[in-house]
């Protein structure tokens, strides 16, 4: 069990470094090439990597979390998700801004 948590976490900073390093160089497609990968992931595993991605991104920088959801995980989504999505990490961010 302690195998797979060592797993998760490398892999969870291994996503991180990959999104701050394409965020800087403005290189998404290869950002879009591991949200890809990932979703091959069983759903569960999905929801946990992507959930701890979005909590340390969120914590290096708010813009980048962002960035990651809407421009690279949701690059396909239809426009109206991709709002509603925008509108919940407003939300969000206004709630870690205030605490």
């Keep these: 069990m302690n195998d797979l948590k060592d797993d998760l976490s490398n892999l969870v900073n291994a996503v991180v470094k990959v999104m701050v390093a394409a ?4 290189n998404t497609e290869e950002a879009i090439a591991i949200c890809d990968e990932i979703r ?3 759903n569960n595993l999905v929801t946990e990597v992507l959930n701890a991605v979005m ?10 979390c962002r960035w990651f959801v809407l421009d ?6 239809d426009p109206e998700g991709k709002a509603d999505v925008a509108e919940r990490i ?3 961010m206004a709630d870690l801004r205030a605490q």
């Design 90 to 92: 407003n939300l969000l």
């Design 72 to 77: 690279v995980f949701l690059h396909n989504a």
């Design 40 to 42: 091959r992931l069983p």
């Design 55 to 64: 909590l340390k991104l969120v914590q290096i920088d708010p813009a980048l």
């Design 23 to 26: 965020r800087e160089t403005q």
